[in-house]
């Protein structure tokens, strides 16, 4: 019986040591940023993330599709986005097969897609722009939104489109070296002007750019990051999934993707706020350490 006791006490003391430490950590200013950050996403995105997801699957990547097909040949026998995730994640065998097959030809794309892109935009398309203005009026606790917005909402889900498929277009048609030398460069401008327009523009310029910048900053290195270290952990979730449930696993992988992309650009859009507020709090902290110390020293 004394035995098990003192086997509690123990259990009981490292939980206390590692709860300490971990309180000891949080109390650091990195500590305090993540938390408040963590924080401020939470109570910003209300499950946006699954929302804007959806909503992109449904009609994003659409249009994307059909802006890719227009571009080349509509009578093409490749389809341009299923090569670029082929050639970008390195994929081979049956897996590759099966990307493919999946998306199907140029042609058949533009078709099928072109017939569904109005519908799918009146009904998921235009509520991206929303979702996503919420999202930051919230994070900056102001007040916007308006039945004029609709045509914002709508500008916002045709450069969102017409910019995943340029991005798509630009690294079918350039190799591994302009890729980096080429898309490198345009990435982290175009990435940065675009994070920096939409918060902007949403938010009716209540916000200024100076005051943007940070997230917009967070969001080009966090997302191109993602995008470009895909390949070492996206080929083998397709593989495994596309053998397991052919061409629904491959589209349920991509979508997952997609959530976890959507997901980072909402953390990265409430992460400006709170980089101003941290750094305010912090100051304010340091003074008063200072004064404390002044007035230690005085006595």
Request: charged content about 10%; aromatic content about 12%.
């Amino acid at each position: 019986m004394s035995g098990s006791l003192t086997e509690t006490r123990d259990e009981s003391t490292r939980v206390e040591r590692v709860l300490g430490r971990l309180r000891e950590r949080s109390d650091r200013p990195l500590g305090r940023l993540a938390l408040q950050w963590f924080r401020a996403y939470l109570a910003a995105s209300r499950n946006s993330g699954c929302a804007i997801s959806i909503y992109s699957s449904l009609s994003v990547l659409p249009a994307a599709l059909v802006f890719v097909a227009a571009f080349y040949s509509p009578g093409g026998s490749v389809n341009t986005f299923a090569q670029h995730l082929v050639n970008h994640l390195n994929l081979t065998g049956d897996t590759a097969k099966l990307v493919g097959g999946t998306f199907g030809s140029a042609s058949s794309n533009a078709l099928a897609a072109s017939a569904t892109v109005i519908v799918s935009f009146l009904l998921w398309g235009i509520g991206i722009g929303q979702l996503y203005q919420d999202v930051y009026a919230r994070a900056w606790q102001v007040k916007v939104g308006s039945a004029a917005d609709q045509g914002l909402y709508a500008v916002f889900f045709f450069v969102f489109a017409g910019a995943l498929a340029l991005v798509i277009v630009a690294q079918s048609n350039l190799g591994d070296t302009g890729r980096w030398a080429v898309l490198v460069p345009v990435w982290l401008l175009g990435s940065l002007a675009f994070w920096l327009a939409v918060p902007y523009v949403l938010l009716h310029r209540r916000i200024g750019l100076r005051a943007l910048f940070p997230g917009a900053l967070l969001a080009t290195i966090v997302l191109g990051g993602t995008a470009a270290t895909s390949p070492l952990f996206l080929p083998a979730t397709l593989a495994a999934n596309g053998k397991a449930f052919g061409s629904f696993g491959i589209v349920l992988t991509l979508i997952g993707f997609v959530f976890v992309m959507i997901t980072l650009s909402l953390a990265c859009a409430v992460f400006s706020p709170v980089w101003f507020e941290w750094r305010e709090a912090e100051r304010s902290r340091g003074e008063g350490a200072l004064n404390a110390a002044e007035s230690v020293v005085a006595r």
